[in-house]
């Protein structure tokens, strides 16, 4: 069974930054496209950045300029580096494959508030 074990999350300040990390336990997790996705209450699930094997990155406009994703695949992990942020980033965060293919992990709170 893989197991997805997000971190990272908490309360900041607008303006202020997070660096979310990931591990799966996903065999080959090296040659998957990875992904962090949000969910808001009652709203679906949407991926806000992705990156390839090779590091090709992409973004979701709105978090574009101010969210990094990387990987390190010596340690089946991907971070998602928070910068800039806004009280409408607050969520629960979660990483998956991409496309989400395996278990969704429990995700991380974020959230943002002065």
């Known amino acids: 069974q893989v197991q997805v074990v997000e971190s990272g999350g908490g309360l900041v300040q607008p303006g202020g930054s997070l660096r979310l990390s990931c591990t799966a336990s996903l065999n080959m997790f090296r040659l998957h496209d990875m992904g962090w996705y949000r969910q808001a209450p009652g709203e679906q699930r949407e991926l806000v950045a992705a990156i390839t094997p090779e590091n090709s990155r992409t973004y979701v406009d709105f978090v574009k300029g101010r969210f990094a994703i990387s990987r390190d695949n010596a340690k089946n992990t991907v971070y998602l580096q928070m910068n800039s942020l806004k009280p409408e980033d607050t969520d629960v965060y979660y990483c998956?494959?991409?496309?989400?293919?395996?278990?969704w992990g429990q995700g991380t709170q974020v959230t943002v508030s002065s």
């Open positions: 998956n494959t991409s496309p989400a293919l395996i278990p």
